[in-house]
């Protein structure tokens, strides 16, 4: 008990702990009886949708010499602001094809610290409907046009548009706007052996992760790549929509060819609820790292070759609330009302309990998970607590950037 209570004033006397089995039994016993209920993480105005951006520290510049990632966040009791050029720090281009270049885009996303489900779900619309962490926007899967103008076969963009993509899977569009439609290698690595990072926000507040999650949706499983629960239509002849509603012949789509393959629209594909494991919003309520108690996220889906899988990054209707002035025409450039701080640090993944302190209590919740799946303990994403968090815990020990 006495080497219990030292746990605070001296860390380094704790490394030792670092290669040594932990009894779950023994840990619980100790730590229960000592830190009760001390150990449960407190609400805490630094969410992981202040902490999880790649924030400009050194002045790195990107395409064009522009200033790149996030260069500013501000938070409220409420509200995120990251300021970014919409330029990253990795390289980027060329577009074959393509004669647009990037500019900077001076923009100011608002985004939401409690995200909450929409009773009735809003359509991402064209254009910006989401940021990357670093300040890149992301679009839907549409290309903004349709067969025959008829706004009924909506094109698919990782189509007609895949040629000017660049090897970071995106490209440029009108204005300057560099963006994807899919996940980007370039933001954060394929990793089948890890829980995926958050990688983005859509405008709704919920977090969009890579393309691993945890099996279960309880933190258990282990690792396993999120599946898309869309998939192509059985279909020869485009003469009905998705939801069954039969069409009139002047509105039919273009029959499947080599010209117009499945795939080529949007309305090509059908959710069927449980064939994978995400919802017709491409997101799933889950533990995750960042969010141990359950959240509703996205996940950026890949099938098994590494191609990108249909909705790509979030579904056709937002999970959530859209949160008004990030989208249409001018969005992405908000004026905070509600006076903002300044956030300086980064993200403190050792933080189990979110107060900017990697310490006893934090130390009490990797012991009373020993053995278990996956959440906040899991400080190396690998779906299990054990002798790789304690030691990722202690060599992070004391109080955060």
């Not at 270049?101 to 991402?124: E, G, H, L, W, Y």
């Not at 962490?133 to 349709?146: E, W, Y």
């Not at 939801?243 to 949007?266: E, I, R």
């Not at 990054?313 to 300044?342: C, E, Q, W, Y």
Request: hydrophobic share 40%; net charge neutral.
């Amino acid at each position: 008990m006495n080497d219990i209570r030292a746990i605070n004033s001296s860390a380094k006397a704790l490394r030792p702990l670092a290669n040594a089995v932990c009894s779950l039994a023994f840990c619980g016993a100790i730590l229960g009886a000592f830190w009760g209920a001390a150990s449960t993480a407190s609400a805490q105005s630094i969410t992981p949708a202040v902490t999880s951006w790649t924030r400009n520290v050194g002045g790195q510049t990107g395409y064009g010499g522009i200033i790149a990632n996030v260069t500013l966040i501000r938070h409220s009791a409420g509200f995120v602001y990251p300021s970014a050029s919409g330029i990253p720090s990795y390289p980027i281009g060329p577009w074959a094809g393509n004669p647009n270049t990037p500019v900077n885009q001076s923009f100011v996303f608002r985004i939401t610290k409690t995200p909450t489900v929409a009773t009735t779900p809003t359509a991402t619309p064209l254009g910006i409907i989401g940021a990357l962490i670093n300040g890149v926007p992301f679009f839907n899967p549409l290309d903004a046009m349709s067969y025959n103008n008829l706004n009924i076969w909506h094109r698919n963009a990782m189509f007609w548009e895949a040629a000017s993509f660049d090897s970071c899977k995106s490209h440029v569009g009108p204005g300057g706007v560099y963006h994807p439609h899919q996940f980007s290698p370039c933001v954060a690595a394929v990793d089948a052996q890890h829980h995926s990072p958050i990688v983005g926000f859509a405008f709704d507040g919920f977090p969009v992760y890579g393309p691993y999650g945890y099996a279960n949706a309880d933190g258990s499983g282990s690792i396993a790549r999120m599946r898309s629960s869309y998939r192509v239509r059985s279909i020869t002849l485009r003469t009905s929509l998705p939801n069954g509603t039969v069409l009139p012949a002047a509105q039919y789509g273009p029959p499947v060819s080599a010209t117009y393959p499945l795939g080529a629209f949007v309305e090509d594909y059908e959710f069927a609820a449980k064939i994978g494991d995400l919802d017709a919003s491409n997101a799933r309520f889950c533990v995750t790292p960042e969010y141990p108690n359950g959240a509703w996220c996205y996940f950026a889906t890949i099938g098994a070759t590494g191609t990108s899988e249909y909705p790509y990054m979030v579904g056709p209707r937002f999970k959530g609330v859209l949160v008004a002035g990030n989208t249409g025409p001018g969005g992405g450039h908000v004026v905070p009302t509600d006076s903002p701080v300044i956030f300086t640090g980064s993200a403190c993944p050792a933080d189990l309990d979110a107060n900017r302190v990697v310490d006893a209590m934090d130390l009490a919740t990797v012991l009373a998970s020993w053995g278990g799946g996956g959440g906040a303990a899991d400080i190396d994403r690998n779906g299990t607590i054990n002798g790789g968090d304690l030691a990722m815990l202690l060599n992070a020990w004391g109080v955060c950037n």
